[in-house]
Nanobody, 125 residues
């Protein structure tokens, strides 16, 4: 499995960015695709996840209402649309994948088997 994240950059507070994750190497129909982030000196934290088949979505409370996760089955792409960005959203964002997670495991980094290389998002105040 290969995950290639892109779309990060520098944006002012209140702005928007869309992160993309290109997934390859297998069929992802039974997978959960997630986004995590890690700021300097902090632990990696859950941002959002989506079940590839059902399209069910999950969000961290800190991004709910501002971020939207989606997937394009035909293109094997996962997206994270980020709006109303805040300086505290500054972090390296990672695309992840895991097979058949139950709900209680979705927010745990240790549940995910595959990780992309990360893309930097910087929000200036």
């Amino acid at each position: 499995v290969q995950l290639q994240a892109s779309g990060g950059g520098l944006v002012q507070a209140g702005g928007s960015l869309r992160l993309s994750c290109a997934a390859s190497g297998r069929t992802f129909s039974d997978y959960v695709m997630g986004w995590f982030r890690q700021a300097p000196g902090k632990e990696r934290e859950f941002v959002a996840a989506i079940r590839w088949n059902a399209g069910s979505t999950y969000y961290a409370d800190s991004v709910k209402g501002r971020f939207t996760i989606s997937r394009d089955n035909a293109k094997n792409m996962v997206y994270l649309q980020m709006s109303s960005l805040k300086p505290e959203d500054t972090a390296v964002y990672y695309c992840t994948a895991a097979l058949r997670l139950i709900v209680s495991m979705i927010r745990l980094p240790s549940s995910y088997h595959y990780w992309g290389q990360g893309t930097q998002v910087t929000v200036s105040s």
